[in-house]
């Protein structure tokens, strides 16, 4: 086999690859005529669901924790408010002193939120 049939090969193995979607597939432009106008179809998506962010001043972390999870907000991030960056390990020694974004605030379900606490012996 010569290096240009190889290369030819090699080329239509991968021309339906490059192809893309069958025509009037999602996301496809079909051209009807050089006159007539072009329609472009593409898949409808739906918006994401908001999710209000509860209120969790003053809480005990754990919850505090157990609400945002009832709520639907489960990528939740835990801060030591002191700034000493201690991880909260046992949740029900911390009480919360701030979170983010802000109580009422509506985000989607995969928002970042941010609880911010102090153990209770902490001064």
Known sequence: MSRR?????AVLAFAPVACGAPPGGPGTATVTSISESTTT?????APAKLIKVPDVSGM???DAQDAMQRAGLYNLREVDGTGQ???LVIDR???Q???DPAP???VPADA???????????R
């Not at 179809?41 to 998506?45: D, E, F, G, I, Y």
């Open 93 to 95: 020694n911390w009480r």
């Open 85 to 87: 960056g201690r991880a």
């Open 112 to 122: 970042v939120i941010t609880l911010t606490a102090v153990k209770y012996d902490d």
């Open 104 to 106: 009422g605030t509506e």
């Open 41 to 45: 179809s593409a898949p409808a998506a």
């Open 60 to 62: 005990n972390h754990q």
């Open 5 to 9: 049939t190889v290369t030819a090969v």
């Open 97 to 99: 002193t701030g979170q």
